[in-house]
Structure formats: C-alpha cells, structure tokens
C-alpha cells in the first residue's frame, strides 16, 4: 500500500471515532463534483450528458466547502467533469488543504502541465490522473489520439514538482490484462506514488450500455491482473478491496461511503446513482432508502457494481475495525498473490480481442471461474 | 426502486458475466398525454431520467424550458414537485406537480446516439482516410 502513514493514521482515527460513538452510517470520501463540463468526450462516460446551460454552472467554492464541512469525510474526491476547467479549482484547493482534508484531484491531465504551477505540492494533495492503460488503449478509451501523452506529460511535470500523483484506471469489458500489467510497469517507472483501479459501471445514464463487465468477468480479469504482482508495483488503495476484485472476498456496499454533492445537491444514494437529490447531508443520511441498495438488495442496478466508491469504504472499514482485518491488510501489503491458476490463464488469454458476451445460467460451483 | 422492478438473487449478481445495461427510451420530440395522475407521474418520471430539456406549459400558461434534476412524490399532486434549471436563470427552482398542465421532451437527448461502436466505426474511417490526431470532442455549449 502506497498511502503515505499520515493519511492512514488521520483515517484510523476517524473511523475508530465513528464506532465508539455509535455511529453507524459515515462517510469516508466525499465526492465533490464542482462541475460536469469535460474537455474529452469518452463514449463509456455516464457524467457529462447535460444541456449546455447545465455544463455551465458550477459550484462555488463557498459551496465546497460549506458541502466538506457539512460532510465531515476525512478525505475528498474531486471529479467531475474535469476540475481544471473550473476556473477556480485553485481557490479550492487551497480551502480544502487548509481544512487539512486528503484531496485527490481528479484530472484527465490534458491540462495539468500547463497549470501545475498554480498549485502547491502538500501532503494533503494527490492528483489522480486518469489513464486506462497503455497509450493506444487510453486513447481509444477517452476517445482521443494524443489523450496518453499529454496525461504523461502532466504526471512526470507534477511528480518533478514534488506532488503526489496516482494514476486512476477504469477497465472495461475487452481488456486484456498482460497489457494491463505492461501499464503498470511502465507508471510506476514515472515516479507515481500508487496506482489506483476499478471495473466500470453501468452508469444507467451512460450513452453506450454494452461494454461493462458482470462480477463473474471484473473477478476473473483482476485475478489475472493482480495475481503474481511485481516488487515495483504499488497500489493507493486497500489491499482488502483488491483482493474483493479478485474474487477472495464477499463484501457488501457501503453506499453512504463515498457521498457525492454536486450543483445539484446531495445525490441518492450514491456517487454513481442518480435515484434524487437532498438538500442537506443530513436529509441524504436520514431520507435514502438504504435497503433499496447495493448486492444484498437485489436492485438490477447494483447488481454489476464493484466499483470503488462502493466497495472500498467496506475494506477499509474492515481492515481498521476489526483485528483479522487488520492482519489481512497487513499480509496482503507484503504478499505478491502467487497463483499458478491466474498466471495459466494470463498467459492463455486472447490478446487484442473482446470475448464472446455470454451469461452463464448455472455455474457448477460458486466462483468457479475465478477459481477462488 | 420501484416495487415491481424485477429483482437479483446474490447467486445469480456473483455469476453474471455481463452486466445488462439500461434500456434507453428514445423520448425525444416526445409530448406524453397527462389524463390522469398517474400518467402525470410517470410522465415526470421519465422528465426526470431524460438527459435534455423539456418544456413545461404550467396552468396559468406560462411556457418553461427546464432541466428537470429531482422530483418528490408527496401524497397529492399539490405536495408532489420537479426541481430543475432553466437557461438563464442561476438557481434551484421548483413547481409542484398540479401546477403543470402540458409537457414536451422539446431539448436535444445529449446520451443519444453515441455508442462505442459508432466510435469505432469512426475511427476506423477517419484513419483510413489518413486522418491524425482523432478525437471525439464534447458539444460546443454556445
């Protein structure tokens, strides 16, 4: 785990702070959308589909911060849209470090080395940059040729300037995970500070429906791709999470986790669903129907979902809270994932070409694909 | 959720292969008969999940181009609303279902017709007409 001690002690404490005054719903990331408008145009994108008049408006940064003080989440998440078009990301920023939250500022990079020197490298600061693989599979994933370069670009400027930088990847169905490892290879020889990963979504408002993995398909790409990791590799995420996205652990979703505000409030019930909107924090805590979501509901919109947002706050939650947790984090710090299985099955999977999409109706055992 | 929404069993999410994605109706263009209140509702349903502007004749004739972003489903129609923006205007707004009298699906659906595979198929033709540099870019918001 590349998360620096700081970071994971600030997080300990909160979460410790949340159990022994009986709090059962927190939120650990808060998402702040300041606005929706983006320079890239990616078909798998379900955020930026809005009439022009919305991809206008923005939050202010008295709203953000009004929204992180009311939130309380130790860390926040900056997505949109893309956060350097806001014209005054900088002013937020610096709000946001002052309140000495855990930001990650996340970028397409297609800026960034151009404003770089508008900020100031913190501890409390990480850009998580966008990059879904190799050059010619991010490009075509953003639907940009030169998209790669430029992100590259931006990362070795902001890793020179002393920042953090973790670059974000979201993997569709048709991956193919030798490429996948070839990628993290080639960041983690930039300088980067960790990687960090997750399977897309079927966001329902999505203009394309049919490139997104079912769970049986999201555990056997990851077990190929995290399984036998490399020394080098390093992950800004809970080793726990990623051992759920390699089918070794069931966990259910902790949707108020990772609560989303955006120009249009408080969003239910989660980052990636749109089911309303709330005022206040308070009311998106109080009023969403919490049993609607996640696997254990049976809501066909949660059933492909193992996304971070979701996901992660149960592993970290899990790993804080209790001591076999505990101990699974810290093994899996250390564990490389040997799988003579998974590695079979890298070496056997087709290159460069999207797999039959088919559904199997009866499994002969419970993640048998997998093989976990 | 609504109640009738088919459900998963946890056996059958762990085994799906691939996720079955939304259905999108085109509703474009379209101007939805409000007879009754339930037709109403759903009609405000589906303003709600549409990504483009629709136009809203409220009772006392007034025409609003708006965005609708969240409604509420109170009891009756009076204690029912949309929130939405309209061009122009900064801020929330809000109008309660029994003030609306006519809708229509009058804006762009700005998640239509965009599919990876007319990406591909873009793609393709654009680099074999010897194009460089190719890229999908966001609509102008002028």
């Known amino acids: ?372 | 959720m609504s109640a009738e929404v088919l459900k998963y069993t946890r056996e059958q999410i762990e085994t799906l292969e691939v996720a079955p994605g939304a259905v999108h109706e085109n509703l474009e263009g379209w101007v939805p008969e409000l007879a009754t209140e339930a037709a109403l509702k759903d009609a405000l349903e589906k303003a709600f999940d549409y990504r483009g502007d629709v136009t809203i004749t409220t009772r006392s004739g007034e025409l609003i181009e708006a965005f609708v972003f969240n409604r509420h489903t109170g009891a009756t129609l009076a204690d029912s609303y949309v929130q939405y923006f309209a061009p122009g205007i900064d801020g929330k707004l809000k109008l309660t279902y029994d003030q609306i009298a006519r809708l229509e699906f009058t804006g762009k659906d700005r998640a239509a017709g965009k599919h990876w595979e007319d990406w591909v198929k873009a793609y393709n033709e654009r680099k074999a007409a010897g194009e460089k540099n190719i890229a999908l870019m966001p609509d102008k918001l002028d």
């Open chain 1, 1 to 372: 785990m590349a998360i620096p001690i700081s970071q994971v002690w600030t997080v300990v404490q909160y979460v410790w702070k949340q159990k022994l005054t009986g709090n059962k719903r927190y939120p650990l990331v808060l998402m702040l959308e300041p606005l929706f408008r983006c320079n890239l145009a990616c078909a798998g994108c379900g955020k930026v589909q809005y009439p022009p008049h919305v991809l206008k408006r923005m939050l202010t940064p008295e709203e953000c911060f009004a929204a992180v003080e009311e939130c309380g989440a130790p860390m926040v998440s900056i997505p949109g849209g893309e956060p350097l078009l806001h014209p005054k990301i900088v002013e937020i920023v610096e709000g946001l470090v002052a309140r000495k939250k855990y930001i990650y500022l996340c970028t397409n990079a297609l800026e960034l080395k151009r404003r770089i020197h508008e900020f100031t490298p913190s501890k409390y600061l990480t850009f998580s940059v966008h990059l879904d693989g190799e050059r010619e599979h991010h490009d075509f994933s953003v639907c940009r040729e030169g998209g790669y370069d430029l992100a590259l670009e931006g990362i070795k400027e902001a890793v020179k300037r002393g920042f953090r930088v973790t670059p974000n990847s979201t993997f569709f169905d048709g991956v193919d995970p030798n490429s996948v490892r070839a990628y993290f290879d080639e960041i983690m020889s930039v300088g980067v500070e960790g990687m960090v990963l997750s399977p897309g979504y079927s966001y329902d408002k999505a203009p394309d429906q049919n490139r997104f993995l079912g769970r049986a398909r999201v555990r056997k790409l990851f077990r190929a791709i995290l399984s036998n990791r490399k020394k080098s590799w390093k992950f800004n995420m809970s080793p726990l999470f990623l051992e759920f996205l390699m089918g070794d652990r069931n966990y259910d979703c902790t949707p108020w986790g990772s609560p989303a505000y955006n120009i249009f409030g408080w969003q239910k019930p989660c980052y990636l669903l749109q089911d309303g909107y709330a005022e206040t924090f308070k009311e998106l805590m109080e009023t969403t129907k919490w049993e609607e979501y996640g696997i254990g509901s049976g809501n066909p919109k949660c059933a492909n979902c193992m996304v971070s947002c979701g996901y992660e706050p149960t592993a970290v939650i899990d790993g804080f809270l209790s001591l076999k947790g505990f101990w699974a984090m810290v093994k899996g710090n250390f564990s490389s994932y040997k799988d003579a299985h998974a590695l079979k099955q890298l070496n056997e999977w087709p290159s460069h070409s999207s797999t039959p999409l088919v559904q199997i109706a009866e499994p002969a055992h419970t993640l048998e694909e997998t093989n976990a």
